[in-house]
């Protein structure tokens, strides 16, 4: 922290591995899908995604797994 030559967070990359894979993304589909607390009165926020939001999500990426650019590896 003490050198000059070094600005946090820009001397660092953003690193995908730690920022969505271990366990940010998937409490997050629980969060939108209404699965994330216990007490189902506890899962009605406004931060739910409705069913018809999810099939409308779920088309657009099936259609889109052809155009994705091959350095995403395999799509989701």
Known sequence: MELSSIKFPRSFLIDIMHLFFEGIAPQMFKL??????KDDGLNTTPFTI????????????ENNKK??????????
Do not use: A, E, G
């Not at 409705?50 to 990426?61: E, F, H, T, V, Y």
């Open 32 to 37: 939108w899908s209404s699965h994330f607390f």
């Open 50 to 61: 409705p069913k018809p939001s999810w099939n409308m999500i779920s088309k657009l990426m």
């Open 67 to 76: 155009k994705m650019p091959l350095v995403f590896r395999k799509p989701p």
